[in-house]
């Protein structure tokens, strides 16, 4: 059974960072694409960036590049997200998603992920 469990999540003050792990159990990803978004209230659920785990490459959304990385570790089966200079939009429910279906483009759309974790909270005050 494959599960993604996600963790780092909390309160920040404006202007901090935060790394968010994912670890993936039940499956060895290869060759997968894996993903985080976010929700916040109200809102819909949104690409923060994407990592294909084949080759690295990565894809980020415009409200996060230049001040986010995504990474992965094979020996660990866990996907992080980093992001620094954090601000009040930022906050949302974070999760981490995979796409199992061996594509080698990856896609930024929440039907494209078949399985999810349960989120972690991200809340940032000014």
């Known amino acids: 059974q494959v599960q993604l469990v996600e963790s780092g999540g909390g309160s920040v003050q404006a202007g901090g960072s935060l790394r968010l792990s994912c670890v993936v159990s039940?499956?060895?990803?290869?060759?997968?694409?894996m993903g985080w978004f976010r929700q916040a209230p109200g809102k819909e659920r949104e690409v923060v960036a994407t990592?294909?785990?084949?080759?690295?490459?990565?894809y980020y959304a415009d409200s996060v590049k230049g001040r986010s990385a995504i990474s992965q570790d094979n020996a660990k089966n866990t996907v992080y997200l980093q992001i620094h200079s954090l601000n009040p939009e930022d906050t949302a429910m974070y999760y981490c998603?995979?796409?199992?279906?061996?594509?080698?483009?990856?896609?930024?759309?929440?039907?494209?992920?078949?399985?999810w974790g349960r989120g972690t909270q991200v809340t940032v005050s000014s």
């Open positions: 990592i294909y785990t084949g080759d690295d490459s990565t």
């Open positions: 998603a995979a796409d199992l279906t061996f594509t080698p483009k990856c896609g930024r759309a929440p039907y494209e992920y078949n399985y």
């Open positions: 039940g499956y060895t990803y290869n060759n997968n694409c």
